[in-house]
């Protein structure tokens, strides 16, 4: 394959870049007080129960119907102010609800003196199932119409255990050192992006469909990856709830996070495609453009407004793509026997 040995230089080139330039400049830098001072609002039943600690809070619930949620009431700030809030979370055992807003989550709600706006960005975290302390960050820029601000943390009509520490709640403003840096290191992985195609595109001896099919799925996976948190959040709701309303036994069939389903369909496809292409090339060569694709689009994720890459998308990623050349390579060798 063409360029095969300057993809691999630039990639590693770029992730090293990219991690260093993540860890050493801060996005935002805090310009005022903290604004949790408030104490915890909350009702609890035979079936809920809410612990506050000296660093947090314990939500646990055995009632779907009822779930649980706390709430602080914050002081108002100017519009325009962007506020951080920032929490450590694990949550075990945690059964969703009917809606895909039923979980376990943490979020920012503004009211406009009416209710509460729920069009605006409000999610800090939302979580099912079970899993180990992780930290969570999340900025909100409070709209001229805000009346009211609230942290609240729920069960939302889901059961299960939910605990929080280190909640904190300040104004910021964005570090202009760090939207350089993110913009030069979003430009230098759209290029390596394109390099990466092109190499793929012009092998030779291949017709326009295959092409065409391989630019696709290319386009499709860095679309996903490049969508901010919150419409990647909507689409996924819209499309659960699709699913929830059309068919019962589809979702009972499916009943993975729809989102990792994506990641593994669209690698399979590109990773059979492009071994398609590679008839010729040792399939090493297309295992290692997997893993940089596969690598690429999460590391781009920590520049990436509301996303964050996450180890378990890498290797679901990277199963689909090698998935899908150990396809297409047993087939050929299965051809190559019965010639024989």
Known sequence: MPLLKTNCFLFILLA???????TRINQYEQIGPELLMTHWKFKTAESNRVDITENGLNLSANDAKTGVSTRKDLP????GTTLLVSAEVKCTNVVAGEKPWNLARV????NDGERDRWDLPSTVVALTGTTDWKHYRTAFTISPE???????AQLNQSTGSFQIKNLQVYPVHVNQAYIGARDTILFAWGAFFLL???SCLFIRGKTIFFRVLLLATFITIVAGISLSGDLKNQVSDEVKIQIDAESESFKNAIPWDLSKV????FFFLFGLVLCLMMTKDPAIQAAAIILMLAGGTELVQLYIDGRSP???DFFIDVAGGLLGIMLIKSIGANKNTVAI
């Not at 805000?146 to 609240?152: A, D, E, G, H, P």
Request: hydrophobic letters at 55%; one cysteine or more.
């Open 16 to 22: 090293v870049a990219t991690l260093i330039s993540h």
């Open 146 to 152: 805000t009346k009211k601000i609230r942290l609240l």
């Open 262 to 265: 994506w990641h593994f369909c």
């Open 107 to 110: 979020i920012l709600a503004q």
């Open 76 to 79: 108002l700030v100017n519009s």
């Open 310 to 312: 996450l180890i378990t």
């Open 196 to 198: 990466l195609a092109g």
